[in-house]
């Protein structure tokens, strides 16, 4: 599996835009919301998620993630209740995102 930096690599290489930002709005592209819950490719974050994130929030983490944050202590810019960011982490890692979280 390829490490995020590795991967934040192979897309500055290919592509104009800061990494981050073309990975994200790849994201977008790929999110998919419903009765169900926000999907994004194989990442599921059901309503029965105890914060039911919408695909703003969700998104957002995953930049913290993929800027290098740290699921233990959000800092910056970034704020969000810690069980909260912790869960939308362990979402990412049992998915094929889990090289960015």
């Known amino acids: 599996m390829p490490a995020r930096r590795d991967i934040l690599n192979l897309v500055a290489q290919r592509f104009p835009a800061a990494p981050a930002d073309t990975i994200l709005r790849w994201i977008e592209e790929f999110t998919e919301?419903?009765?169900?819950?926000t999907s994004i490719l194989d990442a599921e974050f059901p309503p029965a998620m105890s914060m039911e994130p919408p695909p703003e929030v969700i998104w957002s983490a995953l930049r913290y993630f993929v800027?290098?944050?740290?699921?233990?202590?959000?800092?910056?810019?970034?704020?969000?209740?810690?069980?909260?960011?912790?869960?939308?982490?362990?979402?990412?890692?049992?998915?094929?995102?889990?090289?960015?979280?």
């Open 33 to 37: 919301t419903s009765g169900f819950g």
């Open 67 to 101: 800027e290098g944050g740290d699921a233990t202590a959000p800092t910056g810019a970034f704020r969000m209740a810690l069980a909260g960011l912790q869960e939308l982490r362990t979402a990412f890692l049992r998915s094929s995102l889990r090289s960015l979280a």
